[in-house]
């Protein structure tokens, strides 16, 4: 069966700082992975989102994802966080076979100034 | 990007009342919408399927008695909590792709929160 795991539940940078967010998953054949961020007040966003070729993947607002098939992991990273980089972050594995997501449990993200 | 607007945005309810939320593609057409329901610090839960024109799919272990799902239109579908009870106070949120499934882009709600005295 489909799982996705987020060991972080809450994490803490400074602005400015770097930000790596984990996501593992467990699928028996290729995946199609996304990360998704929640906002205050705000339906989910998605960020961006994996089903073939290149393993980094490139998103919005700055943010990039790297599919490892061998560590069946699917990290979120960006450089430099801003403040509006607050929220909540949710990896999700799908599956052509059932047409559905599946959601990890999120990781916090709080930005000190 | 694409709008989905849920409406209420939070209710609070008497126990044996029934609750509706509508979900609303405000800029396209969705044959598809999900409805999930989210616990505090948990993953969001997908509970079923909403198809225009048809009946939903439910998750397994979801009740299609107490969650009444209604897409009567391309930009409208309802969740409605029959005879809520405290158990059922949950964050529920709908989502749509623009086109295709689950799969592609999904545009969410801002969800509605369920508070069942």
């Known amino acids: 069966a489909q799982s996705v795991t987020q060991p972080d539940i809450h994490i803490t940078v400074s602005e400015g700082a770097s930000l790596e967010l984990r996501c593992n998953y467990s699928y028996g054949a290729t995946p199609y992975l996304f990360w998704y961020v929640q906002s205050p007040g705000q339906g989910l966003q998605l960020l961006l989102k994996y089903f073939s070729g290149d393993t980094l993947v490139q998103g919005i607002k700055g943010f990039e994802a790297e599919f490892k098939r061998s560590q069946s992991s699917f990290n979120l990273r960006k450089p430099s966080v801003h403040w509006s980089d607050a929220a909540e972050y949710f990896c999700a594995v799908g599956s052509t076979y059932t047409d559905k997501l599946i959601f990890g449990t999120g990781t916090r993200l709080q930005v000190f100034p | 990007g694409a709008v989905v607007s849920q409406h209420p945005s939070r209710v609070i309810c008497k126990s044996g009342t029934s609750v509706k939320i509508e979900c609303r593609s405000l800029d396209f057409q969705a044959t598809t919408m999900f409805w999930y329901r989210q616990f505090p610090k948990q993953s969001l839960m997908l509970m079923a399927t909403s198809n225009e024109g048809s009946k939903a799919t439910y998750e397994q272990g979801v009740e299609k008695d107490k969650f009444l799902i209604n897409h009567a239109s391309l930009t409208l579908s309802t969740l409605t909590v029959t005879s809520a009870h405290p158990e059922d106070s949950s964050f529920y949120i709908c989502?749509?792709?623009?086109?295709?499934?689950?799969?592609?882009?999904?545009?969410f709600g801002p969800g509605t929160r369920l508070t069942v005295l």
């Open positions: 989502s749509a792709p623009r086109s295709g499934g689950a799969l592609d882009e999904q545009f």
